[in-house]
C-alpha cells in the first residue's frame, strides 16, 4: 500500500531533550516536508526537500532540523524541544515538484513540557 | 501572496442530507487538493484536481480555475464525513481555514 509513514503518533517530552520524529514513503516521491498544525494558524511549512540531499527551510524552520540521506526517509529533528514547539506535525510527500498531489503521514502529536 | 478562503467555516447537518462547499483563491493557479482532516487528526486526500470535475463515490469535486474557485460536493452525508475539510493551493501548499463539518445521526 502507498503511504507515509510517520512515527511516533503520540510523544511527550521534556523541555530540552532531543528527539528525532520519523518519516518514511514508498511511493518513490522527490519531494518531501514537514508541516505543523496550530489552532488558529492552521498549517505552516517547517522545511521541505526537493531531493536526496536537497533541504530547504520553510515558513517556520527555527528549533527544526532535518535530513535526506535516502529518497524514501525525511526525518524532522528537534535538538531542544521547547513547550512552543507542542503541536501536531505531519510529514507530506508528492511525486516530482510541489505542483502534484501530495499524501500526507498520519500525524504526530507532541507534548513538550 | 495567496489567499485561500473557505466557505462556510462551520457546517451542521442531518444524515442523508447533501452540501457543498466552496473554496476561493485570491490568485491563478495550477494546482488544488481537498483534504478531510478526520478526528483522529489524519489528513486524508479526497481529490488532487487543478481544473473540472472529479467523482470519487458520494463525493465530486469541481474546480474552475479561470474562475478562482473549486467546490466540494458531498452527497448523502454519513456521520462518519464529519471533521474539518482543507482546500490547499500546491505549491508551497497554502491551505485554506478549513470547513468544520458535523454530521449528526
Known amino acids: 500500500e502507498a503511504q507515509v509513514t510517520q512515527n511516533p503518533r503520540y510523544l511527550i517530552t521534556v523541555t530540552g531533550k532531543k528527539l528525532t520524529v520519523t518519516c518514511s514513503q514508498n511511493m518513490n516521491h522527490e519531494y518531501m516536508s514537514w508541516y505543523r498544525q496550530d489552532p488558529g494558524l492552521g498549517l505552516r511549512q517547517i522545511y521541505y526537500s526537493m531531493n536526496v540531499e536537497v533541504t530547504d527551510k520553510g515558513d517556520v524552520p527555527e528549533g527544526y532540523k532535518v535530513s535526506r540521506k535516502e529518497k524514501r526517509n525525511f526525518p524532522l529533528i528537534l535538538e531542544s524541544p521547547s513547550p512552543n514547539q507542542t503541536s501536531l506535525y505531519f510529514c507530506?510527500?508528492?511525486?516530482?515538484?510541489?505542483?502534484?498531489?501530495?499524501?500526507f503521514g498520519s500525524g504526530t502529536r507532541l507534548t513538550v513540557v | 501572496g495567496i489567499q485561500v478562503e473557505q466557505s462556510p467555516p462551520d457546517l451542521i447537518l442531518q444524515e442523508g442530507a447533501n452540501s457543498t462547499l466552496r473554496c476561493n483563491f485570491s490568485d491563478s493557479v495550477n494546482n488544488l487538493q481537498w483534504f478531510h482532516q478526520n478526528p483522529w487528526g489524519q489528513l486524508i486526500n479526497l481529490f488532487y484536481?487543478?481544473?473540472g470535475t472529479k467523482q470519487n463515490g458520494r463525493l465530486s469535486a469541481t474546480t474552475v480555475a479561470t474562475e478562482r474557485y473549486s467546490l466540494l460536493y458531498i452527497s448523502s452525508s454519513q456521520t462518519t464525513d464529519s471533521g474539518v475539510y482543507f482546500c490547499?493551493?500546491?505549491?508551497?501548499?497554502?491551505f485554506g481555514q478549513g470547513t468544520e463539518l458535523s454530521v449528526k445521526p
Open positions: 484536481i487543478p481544473s
Open positions: 490547499a493551493v500546491l505549491g508551497k501548499l497554502i
Open positions: 507530506a510527500s508528492s511525486p516530482r515538484t510541489a505542483l502534484h498531489g501530495y499524501t
